[in-house]
């Protein structure tokens, strides 16, 4: 089989036998020789040389399962039909079919890469000429060769050349002269001759070559891009602002002035002086030129908007749309001598603006723009994020208008829409409580708006009214004739000023109403009504405790609480923009009046500089608050949210009636802040920390229970005193509550599980026997001194959180997790796991679990437990787990707290269906998941065989193992002792080891499942074990989703998912493919994505 090669720059040879290329063709890769050169074949049969570094090689792939292309920019997928990827964008591949054919494949639904097949070496040749058909293996020969003899070598290429191959390595074509090389070919005897005929020296590739995919420029710093995405938004942001300010700074050049005028017409003569100056002691005078100096100018602003666009042109824009301003490759000069030139420039740019005052804002906005990108430079990080191909995909898609992949409601049929039709389609999707929220959010947002408009216009009209008729009282003493006395001598406000203020008045509603999403304590409270109800259905319920249970839980979407947050921060930024633009705008056309009236504004008049430092704050805030800045460097977005103490204290001084708004939601913020901290101070045990590579599984309990009372599902923040006081991660509970209040009994001295051994046969009733023996031996082989006593053995009750750990690759520990595991690494110097962690109490015994490090500070705080929309589950009779990856903690928990305990306590959902889907490779971090299942099943068959839970229970596990090797795999020996269920009175089905070993060499085609799981020899089916069923390949989805409806108990089922979006798609457009409410059947969507 030969491979694919990607042309990273065009290729125009002008030597005959190498082929000429475009940037972006895919060749054939048939044979490779010792200089350096591939021989290839082209889509149209043609063959020739290319030299090594203008093609990227391509990985080759087994589809598992069919994909369709959504767009014309992707691949379709045939299970079993090989495709070639060349580069890798997150769960993305940039690739082509056998055919040729190019676009985007989803990693997910391919096998991992094969090994790359070795490329057949050309043999060395036996005339100058190189003689293709010879040298690969008698294909059809290359184009007639030149007489003239090539050179020794190819030539080297000139330096604007090189510099795009500086990350080939030091062993290239270009090194081929070196001397082992010319004694090796002369023992050959083939001196010379063996080169095939060096191309001449192609154009160094453009940007745009260098910026499209598999480039040979090196876009991978020793960092990948972090701040230096975060200035992109900043300077993106600072450009509009630019422009914006700097039109004011033009327009405030030349202000308008009052002269006793409304609109060209003279105000009543009762005001104006000297006509009737007796009559009121106030007098507008026409001829007072007391206009105040806004400190506008033409020039500063005129260069502002410019650089504005500029700036803007270049952060924005880009060939191959890579934003320029993000375009950082490791050869670059910022990135060999650490110096960011556009961090300087921005810098040196924003010196002429700080000296006028409308332009300053956005002059500091530039400054700070410039100083993080010289940090980031300085830091040494280089890339591009991945946007180029991303832009690039979006793009296509949009253009050919392939993009939009919005799943097809069952309930609305294609084709026939009607109000009607419409309405159907958003109950059946569950989306009809998102889109009433969404709806009455943006009609408040209008009321508010409009209604302060009209009032404010009115005011506006009363008052230009009042000074042309001469009715507006200014002798008397109160705030009112003060009012109107500044009417009177500095004018009005504009007829911008209403719109500033309908902004203002959004703003006040909308600045409190964004703080309610993330309380919370709040939060935890809705859901938990809603849960507990559901869990007491015979108890009677409290109206309000009805209200808030399912179904109606369904109208509340709590679960979307931080789009919510992000909407109306978006809705936020909207209208401070206008806010400011208004205020401005009204500046210059009354900055007589509003001068005057301002410096009585805000809180002890500090209008002007409350107002900046807001702006300011939603700067930090919102630039930093992007998706990729986020997953980027989680640090940046979450350090830069913290100007929303600035922002919310500058607010409450700024806006005279905001606190009235802000009690609320600000007080709620703050108790849960305060209780936050005192959550944290709660004192825990450490139990046990298990190491499963890249996995870590951490038990702790709290000293007192009640500290930590939580639901399946659910979430905590962990934070590491002796990594950082401030940092707090948030983690799914893998564990069920019951095993916080009945725990496992455990040795005391290793905290291994132990059983209670039985009584020897013949041992007189009389004699005391209460031994114990760890889960993993077999005590019948153990001398009865090697027994543990009653009092060397205790219960362990626990809480438990399982770790993927970030950045093993790295030299340095830089991730949290990481550092965490270093931590308990420092505390386990024999570093073998799993690694119990005991204290010894005031009279010396030893006792499980551990609460200070060895600095003296709890090892771990704990903030919890947090709702999540799994925690949801028993709202449903019914339940699809599914989980991959890490994702599966959640869903561990619920299992464990279901199969474990609650069906013996009658609890529902009452069907269970958990999915699981594992990498071949990844088995073994996931021994964890093995022998909790083991576990389980053997409960659950104990359980049933004693009658302890009700036919009516029902769990059935599916296992999907993808990325299989066609060969088989052998089974090594668990990395953990096993249980072997010695004294249990249950026979197990399987143990650990043997659903191991049938993990790894899984034989059943998961295409078959639904025939499989409904055939009759279902029972005795040979990739069953007891209630698990393993398959090779990926879920069909589709049919899984039809058998389960078919199947169905409950009218609503629950399906909860925590793993990748790409899954998360498929699943939503599968609940959505077969939910119908003629059918009467919901799938109901919870979904996490960490
Ligand atoms: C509700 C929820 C539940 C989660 N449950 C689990 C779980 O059970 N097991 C598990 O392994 N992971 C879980 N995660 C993800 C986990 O929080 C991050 O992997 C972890 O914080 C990474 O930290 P790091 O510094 O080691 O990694 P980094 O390498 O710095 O970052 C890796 C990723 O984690 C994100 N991240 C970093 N710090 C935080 C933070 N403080 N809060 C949120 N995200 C962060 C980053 O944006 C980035 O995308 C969960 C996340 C959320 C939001």
């Known amino acids: 089989m030969s491979t694919r090669g990607l042309a990273v720059e065009a290729v125009n040879p002008t030597t005959p036998g190498h082929l000429a290329l475009k940037k972006d063709d895919v060749v054939k890769v048939l044979s490779l020789h010792t200089s350096g050169y591939y021989f290839c074949e082209k889509g149209s049969g043609t063959q020739g040389w290319v030299k090594k570094a203008s093609l990227i090689l391509a990985k080759s792939f087994i589809p598992t399962a069919n994909y369709t292309a959504g767009s014309d920019d992707e691949l379709g997928l045939t299970s079993g039909t090989r495709v070639f990827g060349f580069t890798q964008e997150e769960e993305w591949w940039f690739g082509c079919s056998q055919s040729g054919k190019q676009g985007y494949f989803p990693g997910t639904f391919v096998d991992s890469p094969e090994p790359s097949p070795a490329i057949p070496k050309s043999p060395p040749l036996p005339s100058p000429v190189p003689n293709a058909a010879a040298s690969s293996g008698g294909r059809k020969p290359p184009p007639p060769l030149p007489k003239k003899k090539p050179p020794l070598v190819p030539p080297v290429p000139p330096a604007s050349s090189r510099a795009s191959t500086r990350t080939k390595p030091a062993t290239s074509h270009f090194q081929s002269s070196n001397p082992m090389q010319e004694l090796n070919n002369k023992a050959t ?17 453009s940007p745009a070559a260098a910026a499209s995919p598999g480039s040979t420029r090196n876009f991978k710093g020793t960092l990948p891009l972090q701040f230096l995405l975060w200035a992109n938004n900043m300077a993106l942001a600072s450009a509009v602002w630019m422009v914006i300010f700097g039109i004011f700074t033009a327009l405030w050049s030349s202000p308008l002035h009052y002269g006793c005028e409304i609109g060209g017409v003279a105000i009543s003569k009762v005001y104006l002086a000297p006509l009737n100056a007796s009559a009121t002691s ?36 880009g ?49 700070f723009t410039g100083v993080v990108c010289l940090y980031g430079v300085h830091k040494g990080e280089a890339g591009d994020n991945g946007r ?116 203002g008045m959004c703003l006040n509603f909308n600045c409190s109403l964004i703080v309610y999403p993330i309380v919370k304590i709040l939060l935890r409270r809705l859901n938990n009504i809603g849960v507990s109800f559901n869990n007491n259905k015979t108890a009677n319920p409290t109206i309000f ?6 179904p109606v839980t369904r109208l509340i979407p709590l679960s979307k609480n931080v789009d919510f947050h992000k909407l109306i921060a978006k809705v936020m930024g909207a209208f401070a923009a206008g806010h400011t633009i208004f205020h401005f705008f009204n500046y210059r056309s009354a900055s007589e009046a509003t001068l005057t009236i301002f410096k009585k504004w805000g809180w002890g008049g500090t209008a002007f500089f409350t107002g900046a430092l807001i702006c300011f704050s939603m700067f930090f805030i919102f630039t930093a608050a992007s998706d990729t800045v986020r997953r980027a460097h989680y640090e940046i977005f979450f350090s830069a949210h913290h100007w929303f103490v600035v922002y919310f204290a500058c607010l409450l001084m700024h806006g005279p009636v905001y606190w009235k708004w802000a009690f609320v939601p600000l007080s709620l913020y703050l108790i849960e802040r305060v209780m936050q901290e005192r959550r944290g101070d709660r004192p825990y045990y450490v139990n046990k920390v298990e190491w499963i590579d890249p996995v870590m599984a951490i038990q702790f309990r709290p000293v007192y229970k009640q500290d930590f009372v939580f639901k399946e599902g659910q979430y905590l923040y962990l934070n590491c005193p002796y990594i950082n006081k401030n940092e707090w991660h948030p983690f799914t509970i893998s564990s069920a509550s019951s095993d916080l209040a009945t725990g496992p009994r455990i040795a005391l001295e290793t905290g291994e599980e132990v059983r209670e051994v039985p009584r020897p046969a013949g041992m007189s009733k009389s004699e005391k026997w209460h031994k114990y023996c760890s889960v993993g031996k077999d005590y019948t082989k153990l001398k009865p001194s090697e027994l543990l006593d009653k009092h060397e053995t205790g219960y362990n009750d626990y809480v438990s959180v399982h770790i993927k750990v970030h950045g093993l690759d790295s030299k340095v520990a830089k991730s949290w997790t990481r550092k965490l595991k270093e931590y308990f690494e420092l505390m386990n110097p024999k570093k073998t796991f799993p690694f119990y962690l005991t204290h010894r109490d005031e009279r010396g015994d030893i006792i499980v679990g551990r609460q200070k490090g060895p600095d003296g500070q709890q090892i771990l705080r704990v903030d919890g437990p947090h709702s999540a929309p799994a925690e949801h589950f028993a709202n449903y009779g019914t339940v699809m787990l599914i989980g991959a990856g890490i994702g599966l903690t959640p869903c561990a928990s619920i299992l464990t707290s279901m199969l474990r305990y609650k069906w013996k306590k009658n609890y529902q959902p009452e069907i269970l269906h958990f999915y699981w889907m594992v990498r071949q490779g990844d088995i073994d971090s996931f021994q964890w998941l093995i022998h909790l299942l083991t576990d389980l099943s053997h409960g659950l068959k104990s359980a049933r065989e004693q009658k302890q839970i009700g036919p009516q229970y029902y769990c059935e596990i599916n296992i999907y193992i993808t990325g299989v090797k066609k060969e088989p795999v052998p089974v090594p020996a668990l990395r953990t002792q096993e249980n072997r269920f010695q004294g249990s009175t249950t026979k197990p089905s399987f143990l650990a080891s043997s659903l191991y070993g049938a993990m790894l060499n899984p034989s059943e085609s998961s295409k078959s499942q639904v025939s499989v799981q409904n055939g009759v020899g279902s029972r005795g089916a040979k990739n069953r074990i007891q209630d698990i069923w393993i398959w090779n390949g990926r879920p069909d989805w589709d049919a899984i989703f039809a058998q389960n409806k078919r199947q169905r108990q409950h ?20 609940c959505n493919k077969h939910s119908s409410k003629e059918e009467d059947i919901v799938f109901d969507l919870m979904k996490e994505n960490f």
């Not at 890579?322 to 960011?340: A, Q």
């Not at 556009?342 to 924003?350: F, H, K, M």
């Not at 009218?1051 to 599968?1070: R, W």
């Open 545 to 550: 405790a009805k209200f808030f249970a399912s």
């Open 319 to 367: 060939v191959d749309d890579r934003m320029w301003g993000c375009y950082y490759p490791s050869d670059s000069f910022s990135y060999t001598n650490k110096i960011s030139m556009r961090g300087l420039v921005y810098i040196l740019l924003s010196f002429p603006l700080f000296s006028k005052f409308p332009s300053a804002l956005s002059a500091s906005f530039l400054f």
């Open 388 to 503: 180029a191909a991303r832009a690039k995909r979006k793009a296509q898609a949009a253009q050919r208008g392939g993009g939009n992949r919005a799943p097809q409601s069952g309930g609305a049929q294609a084709g026939s829409w009607s109000p009607v039709t419409y309405y159907r389609k958003l109950v059946d999707e569950n989306k009809l409580a998102i889109y009433v929220w969404v709806f009455l959010y943006f009609f408040s947002n209008a009321l508010t708006f409009f209604y302060t408009l009209s009032i404010w216009i009115k005011n506006v009209e009363e008052m230009r009214q009042g000074l042309l008729d001469g009715t507006l009282d200014t002798l008397c003493n109160d705030d009112t004739c003060a009012l109107n006395r500044i009417i009177v001598t500095k004018g009005g406000i504009s007829s911008w000023g209403p719109y500033a203020k309908a902004c």
């Open 189 to 205: 005897g083939n001196v010379a001759v063996s080169m095939p005929p060096a191309p001449a020296p192609s154009p160094a590739p």
């Open 1051 to 1070: 009218e609503s089922i629950g399906v909860c998912f925590c793993g990748a979006p790409v899954i998360g798609k498929d699943l939503l457009k599968n």
């Open 282 to 317: 106030v007098i507008c005078n026409p001829n007072e030129e007391d206009l105040p100096d806004l400190n506008g100018d033409l020039g500063i602003g005129l260069f502002s908007i410019f650089a504005g666009i500029a700036i803007y042109a270049f952060e924005g824009f």
